[in-house]
């Protein structure tokens, strides 16, 4: 069988048993974890929590990609702890803060932004997710929805959904530690991040789809 990107990928990001890992970490650059657009026009999300109408055990059992969806908007209360739960900070711990989703080396090297279209009490728009804030980050004041459903091969679901989430990877934050296995360490925190997103939205009575189909550039 011809050999693939896909082999290389995987021969190229192994750890070897008689290759041993050396060298000290470079902590004078090492990359911020928090991105923010500090001039942009922010709104704050609120940080108290409705009840869930399912447990975690139910909201298994009932997860499943949807791709229709209801035609009224989602409540800002429910987009925030949609937020939260995907990567929003847990706790802290002396000058550390930990947040919902793990990631190795808790580098957290994964950006949410939101496409909005429907969300009650904020306007449809492109907007970043500002962790250490809670807040939304206004990029641009239009919905970019036909567009991203374009980009992810016309997948029309995309441009009827009132939100959409979507994920970047700021690669460098993980390679900083791991090397070239960042690149496999940055598409599992992208995994853990995303069953957060789904399990939480069952939880609020709410569908989700996750979509892997895009083009990349």
């Not at 060298?23 to 001039?39: A, F, M, V």
């Not at 080396?105 to 306007?123: C, F, H, K, M």
């Not at 009827?160 to 960042?182: D, H, I, M, N």
Request: glycine fraction near 6%; charged fraction near 25%.
């Amino acid at each position: 069988m011809t050999k693939s990107v896909g082999d290389d990928f995987q021969k190229e990001t192994k750890y070897f048993r008689n290759k041993r890992l050396g060298g000290s970490l470079d902590w004078e650059n090492k990359p911020n974890i928090y991105k923010e657009y500090l001039e942009r026009r922010t709104i704050q999300l609120p940080v108290e929590f409705q009840s869930n109408p399912f447990s975690l055990m139910e909201a298994l059992r009932k997860r499943k990609s949807t791709r229709s969806f209801a035609p009224k908007p989602v409540s800002i209360g429910d987009l925030s702890f949609l937020l939260w739960a995907c990567t929003g900070i847990q706790r802290k711990n002396v000058n550390y803060e930990f947040r919902t989703a793990p990631s190795a080396g808790a580098l957290y090297p994964i950006e949410t932004y939101v496409v909005v279209n429907s969300v009650e009490d904020v306007d449809e728009g492109l907007y970043h997710y500002n962790i250490r804030m809670h807040a939304l980050e206004e990029l641009r004041n239009k919905s970019p929805a036909e567009a991203v459903a374009y980009a992810a091969l016309e997948q029309e679901m995309i441009a009827k959904a009132p939100v959409v989430f979507v994920w970047t990877a700021v690669f460098e934050r993980s390679k900083w530690k791991y090397g070239q296995r960042a690149y496999r360490y940055v598409y599992l925190d992208a995994g853990h991040i995303a069953e957060n997103l789904a399990l939480s939205a069952v939880s609020l009575g709410l569908g989700s789809c996750q979509i892997g189909a895009f083009f990349d550039d």
